[in-house]
């Protein structure tokens, strides 16, 4: 199908957590590089995984507007706070439908209980209001000016439930955390076949056979590529399946992976992973 449709993706800069303890490796405790992803028609657009903070989703807003199309849905790929938590205030703001996945809408509720604990601990008075308006469209299915869009499930990635946005017209992919491109993967969930499980999402991903895949957490100076994408995030949890038989406590896991994949940015993550496996 021919089609007028665009994407674009904004790349968040890493921002500071309310934690004092420094990562291993002497780095202060950041969280990653979220990707915002904009596809577009020649009227309208639709926007993938709003961002976490009020401050984020304000530049995230004004970004939106001054593309000068109606937004229409806002798509939620799996739900960790950081990728939805902005979304009931875009969605009022543009006057949009939050659209998601049956599990996703249950992860995101848990998230939104789980906040004060949580989220809000790492960041004081940063997150707006974060009622869960999220509904499922039928079939898993909308549009953007007759080209369709799929909400495609593929279960456990960093989290469960995830799901990930197809756009064949585009032959896209915009992947929430089943795929990372040139950031440290967060491996918190990843006890026991968690692992096994992100490596069959990934499967799925592929088998859409995109030729671009936007990742939920990205280096902003690295493209999109899928092939390369899907690879570096299969080899690092391959990595991490053999270090962790391999090494016997978070520390030397840790310093293990660094060693494999020096240049991913954020190892705050990778010790938030490491901690939780060896716990």
């Known amino acids: 199908m021919s089609t007028s449709l665009r994407y674009e993706v904004l790349v968040t800069d890493q921002i500071p957590q309310n934690v ?49 199309k109606r937004l229409t849905h806002i798509f939620v790929t799996h739900g960790h706070g950081d990728h939805w938590f902005g979304a009931p205030a875009l969605a009022e703001r543009f006057g949009a439908q939050v659209v998601a996945s049956a599990g996703t809408i249950a992860q995101m509720r848990l998230n939104a209980k789980i906040r004060p604990q949580f989220w ?19 079939g898993n299915r909308f549009e953007l000016e007759g080209n369709e869009l799929r909400i495609v499930e593929v279960g456990h990635s960093d989290t469960d439930e995830t799901s990930v946005l197809h756009v064949p017209s585009l032959d ?74 391999e090494n016997d406590t978070a520390l030397d896991f840790f310093n293990a992976m660094l060693g494999r994949f020096p240049h991913r940015l954020n190892a705050g993550a990778l010790w938030g992973g490491a901690t939780a496996l060896y716990a």
């Open 172 to 245: 896209l992919v915009v992947a929430g955390d089943v795929i990372y491109n040139g950031v440290h993967q967060f491996l918190r969930e990843a006890a026991g076949d968690g692992i096994a499980r992100w490596l069959q999402a990934i499967g799925t991903v592929e088998s859409l056979r995109p030729r671009f895949v936007v990742a939920g957490h990205k280096d902003r100076k690295l493209d999109d590529d899928a092939a390369r994408t899907i690879e570096e995030t299969r080899a690092y949890l391959n990595a991490a399946a053999e270090l962790l038989t």
């Open 20 to 68: 004092t303890d420094l990562v291993p490796n002497g780095d202060r405790r950041l969280f990653s590089p979220l990707s915002i992803t904009l596809v577009s028609g020649e009227r309208d657009a639709v926007l993938v995984d709003p961002p976490l903070t009020i401050e984020q989703t304000r530049a995230v807003g004004d970004w939106v507007e001054a593309q000068g």
């Open 120 to 138: 809000d601990a790492l960041f004081p008075g940063q997150i707006g209001d974060t009622p869960v308006t999220a509904a499922v469209p039928e």
